[in-house]
Every structure is written in C-alpha cells, then in structure tokens.
C-alpha cells in the first residue's frame, strides 16, 4: 500500500536533533528525530514501505510504519483531508454568526424561490444546521440531499425533523470531494465562501462535487463570483499608540496581514472596482487589475468584496455601501504613502495558502500616482 505526507505537513526545527511535525487541518502534532525529514520530503509522492526502506535502509522502515500510525503519512486520498477545519463549523456558535446574517439568510431564500421548482432533486453542498436544504424542501424540490462532513449533521437532523421535511430532506455525512450520491441533481445550493469568497476552499470542493452529482445542464447557486477592489485612504491602526502604550513596533507584522473588518465608504478613495468575475465553483484562485482616478492624499491599503450572483435577479453583495454581512470586507494594510492626483493601476494575485484551507495569499502590485508592491495572508 502507498502512503504520502499530509499536505498541510509542516516541520519545526528546534535547537536539538527533534522536530516537530504538525497538521494543523488533522488537529496531529508528533515529535520525531529529525532524519525523519528526509523520509517526509521522499513522501511527498505516494510511496511503499520496501521503497522507503530501498532508499533509506532498514532503519527508515520502522520510522515510516511509525510516521504512518502517526497519521502523517497517509494513503493518497487522505493526504487533503483536514477534519480539524471542517470540525470548527461544528460550533453553535459559528453557525450562529451566519444564520444571525440576515441579508446572508434572506438573499439565498430569494434565489432558493426563484431556481427550484417542484419535482426536482437539490444538493445542499456543506450543509451546515440544514438551513438551505429545508429552503429547497420549502421550495417544493422532491428530494433534497444535504451534504455536511462536520458534527454540524446533527443540527440539521434536529432542524429537518422540527422543520416536518424529513421524508424529502436526506442527510449525508461525506466529504464534499468524494461523496458520490445515488442520482445526479438539478440544483446544487452552496454556502460555502470565507473571506473574499475564496477562502476556506470552497471552490474546489463544490467543482468536485458537481462533476459528479451535477446532472449536464443542471444550476449552481450561485453561479459565479464579482471581486472587488478599492484603495483605502483613512483606517484605523490598531498599532499606534494608544493611552500612551506604543504598539508602534508592531507595524510591520500587521502589514503582512490582511484584517476581515467593517470598512465605511468614506475611508475609500475611489468607487470600487470589479477586479475579476469568476464562474462558481472552479479553481479557487483569481487575478485581476483594477483602475483608479484619485485625490491627491494617503494610500494606506486596499479594501476587497465579493458579490454572489446567486441567481437572475438575485445578487448578494458585500461592500461598504451595501447593509454589513458577516463576511465585512478584507482590508488589505500597507505601509502609507502619499502620493499626488491621479491615475492608480493595480494589479491582484489571490491563491489559496499551502498548507491552510483556511487562508488565502494576496499579492498586490501597483503603479501611477504612486507604486508599490505588497503580500498579505488573509484568513
């Protein structure tokens, strides 16, 4: 049997001959010596124990079967799994933040009314408390699969029992990636977008998914995703000084980190512009350029949104302007820079983080009144 390393794996060196070896996403941390290493990096293709063993010696087959009861290394249609993440959304109060989103919640009913139609079978793609799959049931579909890897499965059996949709509402407990359901489907409803929309690997699971449960022909909500970006000229820094502390030494930490806050429309230089439109689901990553004209003033980072085309008619969209979701706006800080009026250019490169589902890596670059390059991790 072929094993290979988790794709989160990380190695921490120490100041003695131990590293650690952590995945975050399996909840997994495991102290080894550190010619443990060697072995991890041959794994990262899926190998044998006599392979392991034919280039390492004999020594390295006792290390592997180790790395292997360890969970570390894994068979091949493991090495993504991340049980940890998809556990968070287990949490009452997680769910509570969205189902507390009423713009979320009433914009995805409006969609769920105008798409289904009676008859129809519907995939609620991480499915969470239920909430959709009921609305699709509501909605008049004939079969309704709900589709949730998390312990959030059984407050969605609660809410179908109490809702009565029990007998069209099936619950199934699978990973969106691999689960294979008994018919394909007309519609397939997904709530699954983090910060920026790209986040928290939503985009991929649910094209996986949809190969293969998606019937030709059939309907996504949302069908695709508008990016936005706007320059930032007023923000409040955190890392000031504040009541006399000088939290100043910090600055350079938090530029590399881009913040999900409420930005207000009067701490934007210019109008926002679309920066990329993208199908949903796909790849999970976006590039883009955006324009600007501005005043002479500050640049002192980048706002980001999404709207959701949930379906015709029907758009859910997030910025400064529009009433406050639960996924704000992605603030984007860099150093300030004062520059004259204008014409800025910007350009974007979003790509999911390696090693976190959660995360997204933000490469900024931009021209004009004003240039300047930047790299944001964003959860």
Request: hydrophobic share 45%; aromatic share 6%; glycine share 8%.
């Amino acid at each position: 049997m072929r094993f290979v390393r988790r794709e989160d794996l990380m190695v921490e060196f120490g100041q003695t001959d131990l590293v650690t070896l952590r995945s975050a996403g399996a909840g997994i941390e495991v102290t080894a010596p550190a010619q443990a290493v060697p072995l991890i990096a041959y794994c990262s293709e899926a190998r044998t124990r006599d392979e392991v063993v034919d280039a390492f010696g004999p020594m390295a087959g006792r290390a592997f079967d180790i790395l292997v009861e360890g969970e570390l290394l894994v068979r091949e249609e493991e090495a993504l799994d991340t049980p940890l993440f998809f556990q968070n959304f287990a949490s009452i109060d997680t769910q509570r933040r969205m189902l507390e989103d009423r713009v979320r919640v009433d914009a995805y009913a409006e969609a769920i009314r105008r798409v289904v139609r009676p008859g129809q079978v519907v995939l609620d793609a991480g499915s969470g408390t239920g909430l959709l799959a009921c609305m699709a049931a509501l909605a008049g579909a004939e079969r309704v699969y709900a589709v949730e890897r998390s312990d959030a499965i059984h407050m969605a059996e609660a809410v179908v029992r109490a809702t009565g949709v029990a007998d069209r509402v099936h619950l199934v407990r699978a990973d969106l990636r691999a689960v294979q359901l008994p018919e394909q489907v007309d519609v397939v409803v997904s709530e699954t977008f983090g910060a920026l929309a790209l986040s928290e690997g939503g985009f991929a699971d649910v094209a996986s998914c949809a190969a293969r449960d998606l019937r030709p022909g059939g309907v996504v909500i949302p069908s695709a995703v508008r990016l936005y970006l706007a320059p930032v000229r007023a923000a409040f820094d955190a890392f000031g000084v504040q009541h006399g502390v000088d939290l100043r030494p910090l600055q350079h930490l938090a530029l590399r980190r881009g913040a999900v806050q409420t930005l207000s429309p009067e701490q934007l230089a210019a109008e926002g512009a679309v920066l990329a439109r993208l199908p949903f689901p796909g790849a999970g990553d976006a590039q883009g350029e955006a324009r600007f004209t501005v005043d002479e003033g500050p640049l002192v980072g980048f706002a980001a949104w999404f709207t959701l085309e949930l379906a015709p008619g029907v758009e859910l969209p997030t910025s400064p302007r529009d009433p406050t979701t639960h996924w704000q706006q992605a603030f984007l800080p860099v150093a300030t820079q004062h520059h004259g009026a204008g014409e800025l250019q910007v350009e974007v490169d979003i790509a999911p983080a390696e090693g976190d589902r959660r995360g997204l890596v933000v490469h900024t670059r931009w021209t004009g009144c004003c240039e300047g390059a930047a790299r944001h991790r964003l959860v």
